[in-house]
Each structure stands twice: as C-alpha cells, then as structure tokens.
C-alpha cells in the first residue's frame, strides 16, 4: 500500500482517473455531432471526413423511400422483348441494371445486367431467351434502414433492390450507389454530365429534389418565380430560410411548399423533401 506524503497531492484512483476520461462523453447524437465538429474545427480531422461521418450517422435513420428511384421514373424492361428491343433501350437509357417485369410493372421477374448482352452485339444470330439471363431480385419494403439495406447489398452482392409498399406494389428501385452518395456525396460519372433527374416525384404532392438543383430549374418544374439572384441553388434558398445549418428532419415554408431536410453533413444540405399544399 503506498504512503501519500505530507503536501503532496493525494493519489487518484482508476475509477476516478476514467470518470474524467469520459466525462465529456455526449449523451445524444446532437452532442456527438458538435463534438465532431469540434473536433474539425482544431483540425484533428479534414472537412470531407466529417461530411462522410455525419453521412453515416444520417443513413442510420434514412429509410429506402427516402432515396429511392420512384415507380414513374423506372426504366425496365419486358420479358417479352426482342433482342433488337432490349439493345435498343439499354443503349438510349444507359443504366448498367434493368428491372425486368412481366404482364405489369408490379410483375417483377428480375434483374437484368447490361453487360450480360455485350455477347449479342457480336453475335446478332445467337438464339437468346432473356429469362436464361435475369437474375433475382431483392425485394424490400420502403420503411428499410439505409445501413441495413446497405449491409445486405454487401453479403449478397447485389447492386439492386426493388422497393414495394404495404400491398407489394412496385415503388421504386434503390441502388448500392444511391446508397453510397448519402454517405460520400454524389457520385458522378459520364453519364451524369446530363441527368437532369434533380427532382423525383415520390407521389401526388411529394417530391424529393437535389439541394443542388438550380433555382431556374427549380421554377421551372414547379413553375415558380423564387428569386433567382441572390442563390444560384435551392439549397441556398433553403439555408437562407433556415437562417442555420438544419438536420434531418427539419421543415420550413417556401413559396407555399414546405422543405425538409432529408440529408445534411456538416457544410451544406444534400436532399430536400418537398410537398406541395
């Protein structure tokens, strides 16, 4: 046992030694983040890892329809179809998996890789059965977690999900890689130099729109006259009217329309919800 000497300061114990290792530990997740942000702000870590951390813990609570490529904007193919038919609307659409349906878009028989008929540009007389070629396709309902569904896609190796409602109707795909840009940002490729899919229309009154997307293109869907001066972006019309960095979840009115925020990280917003009243 060791003696503590006389105006020397008394021994610390463990417990006590851990208590002070932790006794900023936050208690929620709002704590955490502006720990983070802290944390980045003495440049212990570079903005772009903070923006992927906080893409991560936002994915946690993101579900597939939040994200996902809805019912009116699929581009799938028929069972039924001609190899010419097939090619034709694979070249014209560019997409690297096909959802491949029966008597109706609800008749889902699977998935279809492009790169599986790379053999029949060469070999134009090749007898081909396009249900030889499908493989199938994961099913998932709306309310499936982001990090959830972003583990299955990882033990299966599939690349794409098929999402369905309550009553297994169709309502969308979602992809590995719209998965992956909630965490890391948009990934973009040659074929995203004209995607003008900024804005996906999930139903009547709800649409999902890129914080990024123009403030003239914005109008332009919507048919709106939004100041297109001050912002080039709806982003920026939308932190103006926050009047702060919102999270996840937060809501404000535009124009009649309410915005609320889908996915933020620690410097801009990413995607923005928008009903129409």
Same mark, same amino acid.
């Given at each position: 046992?060791?003696?503590?000497?006389?105006?020397a300061? %008394?021994? /610390? *114990?463990v417990?006590?030694?851990l208590?002070?290792?932790f006794? =900023? +530990? %936050?208690?929620?997740?709002?704590e955490?983040?502006?720990?983070?942000?802290?944390?980045?702000d /003495?440049?212990?870590?570079d903005?772009e890892?903070?923006?992927?951390?906080? *893409?991560?813990?936002?994915?946690s609570e993101?579900?597939a329809? &939040?994200i996902?490529? %809805?019912r009116?904007?699929?581009?799938?193919?028929?069972?039924?179809?001609? %190899?010419?038919? @097939?090619?034709?609307k694979?070249?014209?659409?560019?997409?690297?998996?096909?959802?491949?349906?029966?008597?109706? !878009? =609800?008749?889902?028989?699977? !998935?279809l890789?492009?790169?599986?008929?790379?053999?029949?540009? @060469?070999?134009?007389?090749?007898?081909? &059965? !396009?249900?030889?070629? #499908?493989?199938?396709?994961?099913?998932?309902? $709306?309310?499936k977690?982001?990090?959830?569904? @972003?583990?299955?896609?990882?033990?299966? /190796?599939?690349?794409?999900?098929?999402?369905?409602?309550?009553? *297994?109707?169709?309502?969308?795909?979602?992809?590995?890689?719209?998965?992956?840009?909630?965490?890391?940002g948009?990934? $973009?490729?040659?074929?995203?130099?004209?995607?003008?899919?900024?804005?996906?229309? #999930?139903?009547d /009154?709800?649409?999902?729109?890129?914080?990024?997307?123009?403030?003239?293109?914005f109008?332009?869907?919507?048919?709106?006259d939004?100041?297109?001066?001050e912002?080039?972006?709806?982003?920026?019309v939308?932190?103006?009217?926050?009047?702060?960095?919102?999270?996840?979840?937060?809501?404000?009115? !535009?124009?009649? @329309? +309410?915005?609320?925020?889908?996915?933020? =990280?620690?410097?801009r917003?990413?995607l923005?919800?928008?009903?129409?009243?």
């Open positions: 046992m060791s003696e503590t000497h006389e105006g300061a %008394p021994r /610390r *114990g417990f006590e030694w208590s002070d290792l006794s =900023d +530990e %936050p208690t929620d997740r709002t955490l983040m502006e720990m983070l942000r802290d944390a980045a /003495r440049q212990l870590m903005g890892a903070l923006n992927i951390i906080f *893409g991560a813990l936002q994915v993101m579900q329809r &939040d996902m490529i %809805p009116s904007q699929l581009v799938y193919l028929h069972d039924e179809q001609s %190899p010419d038919a @097939l090619l034709e694979i070249i014209e659409s560019q997409h690297s998996r096909y959802p491949v349906i029966g008597d109706n !878009i =609800d008749d889902i028989k699977g !998935i890789h492009a790169k599986d008929l790379l053999r029949l540009v @060469l070999d134009r007389d090749r007898d081909f &059965d !396009i249900k030889d070629w #499908i493989r199938s396709a994961a099913v998932i309902p $709306e309310s977690r982001l990090n959830v569904l @972003l583990q299955d896609f990882r033990s299966t /190796r599939n690349h794409m999900a098929v999402v369905v409602d309550e009553y *297994g109707h169709v309502s969308g795909v979602v992809t590995i890689e719209d998965v992956l840009e909630q965490i890391v948009e990934i $973009e490729d040659e074929h995203d130099v004209n995607d003008d899919s900024f804005v996906k229309q #999930i139903d /009154r709800t649409y999902n729109v890129k914080a990024t997307t123009t403030v003239e293109d109008n332009e869907y919507f048919d709106l939004i100041d297109e001066e912002f080039d972006t709806i982003g920026g939308v932190l103006k009217a926050f009047g702060h960095l919102p999270e996840r979840g937060e809501t404000v009115e !535009i124009a009649a @329309l +309410e915005f609320k925020v889908l996915n933020a =990280d620690s410097r917003v990413r923005l919800q928008v009903t129409v009243s």
